[in-house]
């Protein structure tokens, strides 16, 4: 019994773990910020454009069905705002502080000049010496 405790604990304190759990934290606190933007930002923008801050009373019938293609609509516009702000907030700026690093990593990586110089120099005596 003392042995399976153990294994919980170790696969509990797994690193990967514990950065899972927190990235879902994270994205569940970003979802909230991204809902709010899009309830009191963006709706009543459009709004004020279409003169309505959703559709979901949208509606049409047949046969007693009743299809609530305005909750489509209102769903697609907030799905779109949420795209567009993981990509704009997340994803954009995560490739640029990527770009920079590997960009100053190829730098450090990089010869030097002379360093450069002496390579080719060391390179052409061994040429001469065969």
């Known amino acids: 019994m003392a042995s399976v405790l153990k294994e919980f604990k170790d696969f509990l304190m797994r690193g990967n773990l514990i950065e899972l759990a927190v990235a879902f934290v994270m994205g569940l606190a970003f979802a909230a910020v991204v809902n709010s933007l899009v309830a009191n930002i963006v709706m ?8 309505k801050p959703n559709f ?3 509606t ?8 609530r293609y305005g909750a489509f609509i209102t769903d697609v ?31 450090e990586e990089a010869p030097s000049d002379d360093e450069r110089r002496h390579q080719e ?9 065969r």
Request: hydrophobic fraction near 65%; charge should be positive; avoid cysteine.
């Open 121 to 129: 120099l060391i390179a052409a005596v061994r040429g001469l010496a």
């Open 44 to 51: 009543p923008i459009i709004a004020a454009i279409v003169g």
């Open 60 to 67: 049409f019938t047949i046969h007693k069905s009743v299809f």
């Open 56 to 58: 979901d009373d949208l």
């Open 77 to 107: 516009i907030q799905f779109v705002t949420i795209a567009a702000a993981v990509f704009f907030f997340i994803v954009k700026p995560v490739q640029l502080a990527l770009a920079r690093r590997r960009a100053r990593d190829a730098e």
